[in-house]
């Protein structure tokens, strides 16, 4: 069954970096779509960065363009999210998600929503202080 598996979160103060990592097992990596999603206490699920694996497309919403980075190696099945210059409001827990079976490398971008990602890993929390 589909596996996604995050790791790489921590505490850390503003303007510092972390990277996760999210390792997908269970279905054929290649041409489908995985995300990056965040969720802090009392708010919606909500987008990050998403990327086409075929080719490797990205998308960014625009609370982490130029600070995050979504990257892959495709050869291990993973999935990179570099946050750099963190921000207090950065603070949540971070989940890996994917979409499999996409019409078109497009269908991944579901900007700050959830729409059509369907299978999760369990999260990982980073915390941002001041």
């Known amino acids: 069954q589909v596996q996604l598996v995050e790791s790489g979160g921590g505490s850390v103060q503003a303007g510092g970096s972390l990277r996760l990592s999210c390792q997908a097992s269970?279905?054929?990596?290649?041409?489908?779509?995985m995300g990056w999603f965040r969720q802090a206490p009392g708010k919606e699920r909500e987008g990050l960065a998403q990327i086409y694996t075929d080719g490797g497309m990205t998308s960014y919403t625009n609370s982490v363009k130029g600070r995050f980075t979504l990257s892959q190696d495709d050869a291990k099945n993973t999935v990179y999210l570099q946050m750099n210059n963190l921000k207090p409001e950065d603070t949540a827990m971070y989940y890996c998600?994917?979409?499999?079976?996409?019409?078109?490398?497009?269908?991944?971008?579901?900007?700050?929503?959830?729409?059509?990602?369907?299978?999760w890993g369990q999260g990982t929390q980073v915390t941002v202080s001041s």
């Open positions: 269970g279905f054929t990596y290649s041409g489908n779509c």
């Open positions: 998600a994917a979409a499999l079976s996409p019409f078109a490398p497009d269908d991944c971008f579901s900007g700050g929503s959830t729409m059509g990602y369907h299978y």
